[in-house]
Structure formats: structure tokens, C-alpha cells
Antibody, heavy 118, light 107 residues
Framework: EVQLVESGGGLAQPGGSLRLSCAAS????????MNWVRQAPGKGLEWVSYMSSTGNTIHYADSVKGRFTISRDNAKNSLYLQMNSLRVEDTAVYYCARTRAFVPFEYWGQGTLVTVSS | DIQMTQSPSTLSASVGDRVTITCRASQSISIGLAWYQQKPGKAPNLLIY???SLESGVPSRFSGSGSGTEFTLTISSLQPDDFATYYC?????????FGQGTKVEIK
């Protein structure tokens, strides 16, 4: 069974940092592209970042470019999101999501809540 | 970035109704479109990909159509489990973008 489990969320101050993790199991992690998607409270979905299976290709939404860094450790079956220079508007539930051919977000984790507030 | 506009934003319907949700792209996205269902407090669930391909395990009452800039999600006979929010999403080009969502409510 495919499982994606996010962790690392919590409260951060504006300008602060957090590192999210996504632990994958039930599939060969190293062969799948992965993403982060977020959802502000009561709002819609926003794609945040993409990383290819090897890590060679990365994309970011303009709203996080230069502040967030996606990475992965295929040996540990884990995806990460380093979030720096956090803003109040980064407050959201962050989901990791698996991509397969022609399918952007096939499986989703349960999400982890990030709250940015002073 | 490609803008995705869904209509309506809210839809009131009864069990057994045929329901259609429209999604328009600000420029052509070919068939690079997916539909998701989301219930409160839960992660989204993939329904349709490549505009009209039904994801494995999704009931056949869900169907998708369209190409280019105009797309529809149809629920042929609304069931109690279908009351939720639905999102379209384009993946023809980065940045991938979602529609604002359509909430399907009980009439």
C-alpha cells in the first residue's frame, strides 16, 4: 500500500524557517517524481514544488521561488521542503504528492500544518 | 502562469441529479487536465486525468471531457458520498495551477 506521511509542521515566526519531511513507503520511491502542494485554511489548492525521480529537475511556484528548497534522499525514501524567510501567507497545510506518467498528483499524504505568526 | 477558472463556485443539487462543473483555461492546455475531489479535513483524491481518463477505483458515474481551454466534469447521478469540493488542475506547463474549486452542496 502506498503511504506518504508528512511531518515537521508547526508554528514559526515571520522570517523564520521550517523543514518539512515526507516519508514514503509501499513503492519504489527512487523511480517516482514528487511534489509539494499546499492549502491555506479555508482556501484552495496551490502547487508549490516538483522534483524529478533523480533530483535533476526541479520547479517552484513563483510565490516560493528563492525561499523554499525541495530535496530528496532516495536511500531514505524521503522528500523534504526547506522553507526559509517564512511569511504569514505561507500558513497552510502542506501535502506531499506522488506523480506518475500523465498523472500529476496520484497519491497524497495526510498533510502537515504550518502556521506562520508572531 | 495559466489561470484556471471553475464555474459555478457553489452548486446545490439533490441525490440522483446530473451535475456538471466547468473549468476554463486562460490558454490552451491540450488535455493536460486533472480533476480532484476533496472532503473537509482530508487530502484531495484524484478522479480524472488527461481530461477524460478515469482513475482506477473511481466510480463510473464520474466522467471528464474537453480539450484546449474548456473542460467539464460530470457526475451522472449524484450520490450522498459525492457532496464535496471539486478542483480542476492543469499540468500542461509549469507552474501547475488549480481552479478555485466548486463546492457541491445538498439541496
Amino acid at each position: 500500500e502506498v503511504q506518504l506521511v508528512e511531518s515537521g509542521g508547526g508554528l514559526a515566526q515571520p522570517g523564520g524557517s521550517l523543514r518539512l519531511s515526507c516519508a514514503a513507503s509501499g513503492f519504489t520511491f527512487s523511480t517516482y517524481e514528487m511534489n509539494w502542494v499546499r492549502q491555506a485554511p479555508g482556501k484552495g489548492l496551490e502547487w508549490v514544488s516538483y522534483m524529478s525521480s533523480t533530483g535533476n529537475t526541479i520547479h517552484y511556484a513563483d510565490s516560493v521561488k528563492g525561499r523554499f528548497t525541495i530535496s530528496r534522499d532516495n536511500a531514505k525514501n524521503s522528500l523534504y521542503l526547506q522553507m526559509n524567510s517564512l511569511r504569514v501567507e505561507d500558513t497552510a497545510v502542506y501535502y506531499c504528492a506522488r506523480t506518475r506518467a500523465f498523472v500529476p498528483f496520484e497519491y497524497w499524504g495526510q498533510g502537515t500544518l504550518v502556521t506562520v505568526s508572531s | 502562469d495559466i489561470q484556471m477558472t471553475q464555474s459555478p463556485s457553489t452548486l446545490s443539487a439533490s441525490v440522483g441529479d446530473r451535475v456538471t462543473i466547468t473549468c476554463r483555461a486562460s490558454q490552451s492546455i491540450s488535455i493536460g487536465l486533472a480533476w480532484y475531489q476533496q472532503k473537509p479535513g482530508k487530502a484531495p483524491n484524484l478522479l480524472i486525468y488527461k481530461a477524460s481518463s478515469l482513475e482506477s477505483g473511481v466510480p463510473s458515474r464520474f466522467s471528464g471531457s474537453g480539450s484546449g481551454t474548456e473542460f467539464t466534469l460530470t457526475i451522472s447521478s449524484l450520490q450522498p458520498d459525492d457532496f464535496a469540493t471539486y478542483y480542476c488542475q492543469q499540468y500542461n506547463s509549469y507552474s501547475w495551477t488549480f481552479g478555485q474549486g466548486t463546492k457541491v452542496e445538498i439541496k
